[in-house]
C-alpha cells in the first residue's frame, strides 16, 4: 500500500474536470442566468481542495426531447474524459459555491433535493420505501436516498462507464399511474449497478427551482412576504 505521505500527495495531483451539463428547450430563466455566473466565476477563482488543476466545461444541449439531450451530454463529457458531470437545470437557482460543496462530499452521485413546481410542493428525493424524503428548515448533512431528481446533481464519470449512456428512459409506473422521468430511469440504472446516491440536506436548503404563477385576487393578503427579494443568486 501507499504511505500516507505518498497517498496525499496522489490525491492533490488529481485533475478535476467538470462538464456542466444543461440541457434546455433554448430559453434560461432570469435567475438561472445569474446563479451560474455566480458559481463559474467562484470556480474560476477559488481552488477546490484536493486537486492539482480544475476546468469546466459548459454543454448547452437544446431541443424537446429531453433523454436525447441528456444522453448528449453524456457523450461529450466521455469524449472528454472530464471527471465529474453536474447536471444543473435552467429553471434552477443555486448558490455560487454550489460545485465547490458537491465535489467535497466525494460521492459518485450526491445532489440537491429539489422542490417540484406545484402548491402544496414536495421534493423530489425518495427513500427505500419509496417514500418522500423532506429536507427541513436548517438541516444539513448527507442522507443516501433510494432516487432523485437532475436539478442539480454531481455525479463521476465512473458511473457513465459502467451503465453507458442509453439509459434515460421514460417508463409506465404501474405504482403512481403515471410516467417516471428520465432521471430516474437513468439514477435506476445506476443503482442497479452498486452506485449509491446521496442528497445534501444543505445546500438542498438554499436552491430554488423558478417557475411562473397567474396570479389572482383569490391570493391577495393570503401570504405575508417575510424575506426580501434578491437581485443576485449566491
Not at 188 to 195: D, M
Amino acid at each position: 500500500g501507499c504511505t500516507p505521505g505518498r497517498r496525499l500527495m496522489s490525491d492533490f495531483e488529481r485533475k478535476l474536470g467538470v462538464v456542466l451539463a444543461t440541457p434546455s428547450p433554448g430559453t434560461w430563466c432570469e435567475g438561472f442566468g445569474t446563479s451560474m455566473m455566480a458559481m463559474l466565476g467562484h470556480f474560476m477563482n477559488v481552488p477546490v481542495m484536493g486537486y492539482r488543476q480544475q476546468k469546466i466545461i459548459p454543454c448547452s444541449v437544446v431541443g424537446s426531447i429531453l433523454p436525447r439531450q441528456r444522453k448528449e451530454c453524456v457523450q461529450s463529457m466521455l469524449e472528454l474524459k472530464a471527471s465529474h458531470i453536474l447536471w444543473v437545470d435552467a429553471d434552477q437557482t443555486f448558490p455560487k459555491d454550489t460545485l465547490h460543496r458537491l465535489i467535497g462530499w466525494d460521492k459518485d452521485i450526491v445532489g440537491c433535493n429539489i422542490a417540484v413546481k406545484k402548491i402544496p410542493s414536495i421534493p423530489t428525493a425518495r427513500g427505500f420505501n419509496k417514500e418522500v424524503i423532506y429536507t427541513d428548515e436548517g438541516q444539513t448533512g448527507l442522507e443516501k436516498v433510494w432516487s432523485v431528481g437532475c436539478g442539480v446533481l454531481l455525479m463521476k464519470r465512473k458511473v457513465f462507464e459502467k451503465i453507458g449512456y442509453k439509459c434515460f428512459g421514460i417508463l409506465w409506473n404501474e405504482e403512481i399511474d403515471d410516467y417516471n422521468g428520465e432521471d430516474w430511469g437513468m439514477l435506476n440504472a445506476a443503482r442497479e449497478a452498486g452506485f449509491e446516491i446521496f442528497i445534501d440536506h444543505g445546500l438542498s436548503n438554499d436552491v430554488g427551482h423558478l417557475g411562473t404563477y397567474r396570479y389572482t385576487h383569490d391570493v391577495v393578503g393570503e401570504v405575508k412576504q417575510t424575506l426580501p427579494p434578491r437581485a443576485v443568486s449566491g
